[in-house]
């Protein structure tokens, strides 16, 4: 393999990273409000991706609207997540949440597998033309349709955290909690509200990835899992930034690993670059200091 | 005299009563066969499959009178199906359970990582006292890497030989399509049949048929993206290509190299994903792609078979129907062997199926006769499809041409 087939794997990784940074960002919100983690927020999204099949499948609607029905349903179970696995847990209990929240992933991996006998299903793509041809190098059109769709749901986010009252609130709920509710905001509507928001884009990543690959499995959602809760720690509990920049860089960086090694140790590289970081910069890529901004 | 009559009618009618008992009593026992593989994760389609089969046999051979035991009565088969979560630790978990029960013999399991250390536990040599392994005969339908039945002499499968397919296969092309001279292969790395295939007997079978192997492109069961894999089909620049994985990547990769723009001129994949998921998945990529199988509903029998599979909402591959096809042959081995299916004759019915199974020379299958190896496998008949137009159609078939 040569420079340009390196380069090709970086660029296809970073394409296909976008939708790392965007479970990685569903992490972190999470986090960053009730700092605690979501561990069934991949299964989530997967699951919402699933959901969206209804609409071709069962009722006859045209496919693209797949993509909006996903990210619906994904928020509706971001929503149903926090009220089975968080509302009324003891959040005091430092395992309480974490065990509800895996008990969630194995279930709702379950009802997958079990709603379609574990056979992968046909997801569309965004865009389904020729690749684009510059030089030496193959960009997908889909790939870079996924790409901006995750950008732009990204600005969004930010726009909505930055620009709005719900925004501050949310922010304001993580930084000093006890003062927020202090200041009349009401910690359950906050907490509740963050869950859809990360359900949202957790189904903007989820339809990404089916379209991406374009067939949705049940194998999917561990690795997601997994790949998000690394690029969350490289980019820094609660750094939405830092999720956004971990993701493209775990999505290059396994692409490349890949190209240089072979898949059988891909993996063990991608771990090995999430032990740098634990050992040499354990607050991730954007560990900023706890407090107001 | 009229207390002697009282007291010969008495026994007379309590001996009649004891007899009719002891019919009743044989007629209702139940010929207890557990079948055991994957019935959740993503490869639960297998599961489902083969329990259906299992139960639709079942359906037929009790309807039919059921099996004959040695005491004249006749037994009707009580089917099961577990859950061995095509994990090692579950599957020997659950042939330990039913060891300990009344299960006579157990089919399964789906999974070839699960079907190698199962066997291991059981006893390498039959009536070896030195040997703690269990003593349950375990008669295998899918779980399909090569060589496993001779770990244990109570393990038995009725699983095609790859080995042998392939090697056919692999001729016919060569034979047919002398133009094709190389191939290239995408090799699924983490799953023990899918490895098994390509490097013991694709890569084989491969440079003695003629065709030169140019290498392979590897990636793992629950991989999404084949960008760089589908660059190095392309750079290797083979007539044919072997996808030795299951449905999930195959139409990934498939669908990659319909992006990329890659062709080749023929190809061929792995036994296990000529199923419905292939087509499922990705009916439009794979369409001509050419897979050796042991099942495809081309006879009367497999065409009824396949519709009795489906009355239990399961369906019938070259996986399931030996399945089915594993439980008549268990019921021939019974009655030919005299179980007794009692509570106290478990453990002596066990050993005479066992028994009866090694002493098998050929079976009935639903596409002809099987022969039996001395290594407890079989040589079954096969034939070659292909994907067309959203089906598997039969392309050739090596026994009738």
């Known amino acids: ?293 | 005299m009229r207390k002697a009559a009282l007291l010969l009618s008495s026994a007379l009618i309590a001996a009649a009563g004891i007899a009719a008992a002891a019919t009743a009593a044989a007629e209702d026992r139940a010929v207890i066969v557990k079948g055991f593989g994957a019935k959740s994760g993503v490869v639960r389609s297998f599961g489902i499959n083969s329990e259906a089969a299992m139960r639709a046999a079942a359906e037929l051979i009790n309807s039919q009178g059921g099996v004959k035991l040695a005491d004249g009565g006749t037994g009707k088969i009580e089917v099961e199906f577990l859950d061995d979560r095509c994990t090692a630790e579950e599957g020997i978990s659950v042939v330990r359970r039913m060891a300990s029960g009344p299960t006579l013999v157990a089919i399964g399991p789906t999974c070839s990582n699960v079907a190698e250390p199962l066997f291991g536990v059981l006893q390498k040599k039959a009536g070896d006292a030195t040997d703690s392994g269990l003593q349950f005969p375990i008669f295998t339908d899918v779980a399909i890497k090569g060589g496993l039945a001779k770990i244990s002499e109570w393990a038995f499968r009725n699983v095609p030989s790859e080995s042998e397919m392939y090697t056919s296969l692999f001729r016919w092309v060569k034979q047919t399509k002398p133009e094709l001279n190389s191939i290239f292969a995408g090799v699924e790395e983490n799953f023990a049949h899918s490895r098994a295939t390509w490097y013991a007997v694709m890569k084989e079978a491969a440079p003695k048929a003629g065709l030169e192997v140019k290498g392979e492109a590897k990636w793992l069961l629950e991989d999404t993206n084949f960008a760089q894999q589908v660059r190095e089909i392309k750079a290797a620049s083979p007539d044919i290509l072997a996808i030795a994985a299951h449905p999930f990547t195959t139409c990934g990769v498939l669908k990659e190299m319909r992006r990329q723009g890659v062709k080749v001129k023929m190809l061929i994949g792995l036994t296990s994903s000529s199923s419905l998921e292939t087509l499922q998945g990705c009916a439009k990529e794979a369409d001509g792609i050419v897979i050796p199988t042991s099942f495809a509903p081309v006879t009367q029998t497999a065409e009824a078979a396949a519709a009795q599979a489906a009355k239990y909402n399961g369906s019938l591959d070259l996986h399931s129907a030996a399945t089915y096809e594993n439980v008549f042959i268990l019921k021939k081995v019974m009655e030919e062997q005299g179980v007794l299916a009692k509570p106290d004759t478990v453990q002596a019915d066990r050993e005479k199926i066992r028994k009866g199974l090694a002493a098998l020379k050929e079976t009935d299958g639903l596409l002809g006769k099987s022969k039996r190896t001395d290594d407890r496998e079989a040589v079954k008949p096969y034939l070659y499809v292909h994907a067309k137009d959203g089906k598997w159609v039969v392309l050739h078939n090596p026994v009738t041409n």
């Open chain 1, 1 to 293: 393999m040569g420079f340009v087939d390196y380069m090709q794997a970086v660029i296809d990784g970073l394409l296909f990273g976008t939708t790392y940074s965007l479970i990685g960002i569903g992490f972190t919100l999470v986090f960053g409000v009730m700092q605690k983690i979501n561990m069934s927020y991949a299964a989530g999204s997967l699951a919402g991706a699933y959901c969206g099949l209804v609409g071709p499948q069962l009722l006859g609607l045209p496919p693209w609207s797949v993509f909006p029905l996903s990210i619906a349903a994904s928020g509706l179970i971001g929503y149903l997540i926090y009220l089975t696995c968080f509302r009324f847990i003891p959040l005091a209990s430092p395992l309480a949440t974490l065990m509800s929240t895996v008990g969630m992933l194995l279930l709702l991996d379950e009802i997958i597998v079990h709603s379609t006998a574990g056979m992968p299903q046909n997801y569309p793509a965004i865009y389904d033309g020729d690749p684009i041809v510059l030089g030496d190098f193959i960009l997908r059109a889909d790939l870079m349709g996924v790409f901006l769709v995750c950008v732009v749901a990204m600005a969004m986010l930010l726009a909505l955290l930055y620009r709005t009252r719900l925004g501050m609130a949310t922010r304001a709920m993580a930084q000093q909690p006890v003062a927020a509710q202090l200041c009349g905001m009401r910690l359950q509507a906050v907490n509740g509200l963050t869950f859809v928001i990360a359900g949202l884009l957790g189904g903007v990543a989820g339809a990404m990835i089916g379209a991406a690959v374009g067939m949705l499995s049940p194998l999917i959602a561990g690795p997601i899992t997994v790949k998000g809760l690394i690029v969350t720690v490289i980019g820094g509990l609660g750094s939405i930034p830092g999720a956004i920049v971990a993701g493209l860089m775990v999505g290059a960086a396994e692409n490349l690993f890949q190209a240089l090694r072979n898949v059988t140790e891909r993996d063990i590289y991608v771990m090995l670059l999430l032990f740098v970081f634990l050992v040499l910069r354990p607050g991730g890529l954007f560990s900023g200091a706890r407090g107001r901004d």
